[in-house]
T-cell receptor, first 116, second 115 residues
């Protein structure tokens, strides 16, 4: 089974702090994604990556950056945390297969971030 | 605009009753469609996927979904609800955005199963 591991289940940070959310997958997937989940809004894509050192913006990249130095690891960075970034953050990965991004995403259990 | 819409943010059914969760999509290209389930304090788990092989797709835990191109729908059903089905369900579709398809999620439907 594919395992996507997010380093923290719960995180509490102060406004203005730099925050790192880490995600590791063990199935050699090319694609990795960061979503945030908020009630009534579903999942919104923040950033994704189709290859090492490659990144593309999703729907809501403002206030976030990412790093993918190794294939198995995709980090989400909040440069200066704000209260409106309090949310559930979900990492996912997928195999490229036939065409970009056509295979199902496998999700980690999420990191619930609270910014006070 | 391309999108995915789930009708009903909350659905309640009695144990043993039919479950019907609605999903409609808008896409200018043949869609790849998915249903995911999220149990409390967990990530999303794939229930089933449609990739054009068959219009009726069977998934895990007794769920199935039917792709209807004329209605641009991919509704999720289960003949008899169990208490363990209580969860949030997300419809998702790969939509053409920019230079590549990206997985876009509906806003989710919270399913409550009443004893």
């Amino acid at each position: 089974d594919v395992k996507v591991t997010q380093s923290s289940r719960y995180l509490v940070k102060r406004t203005g702090e730099k925050v790192f959310l880490e995600c590791v997958q063990d199935m050699d997937h090319e694609n990795m994604f960061w979503y945030r989940q908020d009630p009534g809004l579903g999942l919104r894509l923040i950033y994704f990556s189709y290859d090492v050192k490659m990144k593309e913006k999703g729907d809501i990249p403002e206030g976030y950056s990412v790093s993918r130095e190794k294939k198995e690891r995709f980090s989400l960075i909040l440069e200066s945390a704000s209260t409106n970034q309090t949310s559930m953050y979900l990492c996912a990965s997928s195999f490229s297969g036939t065409g970009r991004g056509f295979s199902p995403l496998h999700f980690g259990n999420g990191t619930r971030l609270t910014v006070t | 605009a391309q999108s995915v819409t789930q009708l009903g943010s909350h659905v309640s059914v009695s144990e043993g009753a039919l479950v019907l969760l609605r999903c409609n999509y808008s896409s200018s290209v043949p869609p790849y469609l998915f249903w995911y389930v999220q149990y409390p304090n967990q990530g999303l788990q794939l229930l089933l996927k449609y990739t054009s092989a068959a219009t009726l797709v069977k998934g895990i835990n007794g769920f199935e979904a039917e792709f209807k191109k004329s209605e641009t729908s991919f509704h999720l059903t289960k003949p008899s609800a169990h208490m363990s089905d209580a969860a949030e369900y997300f419809c998702a579709v790969f939509l053409l955005r920019g230079s590549a398809r990206q997985l876009t999620f509906g806003s989710g439907t919270q399913l409550t199963v009443l004893p």
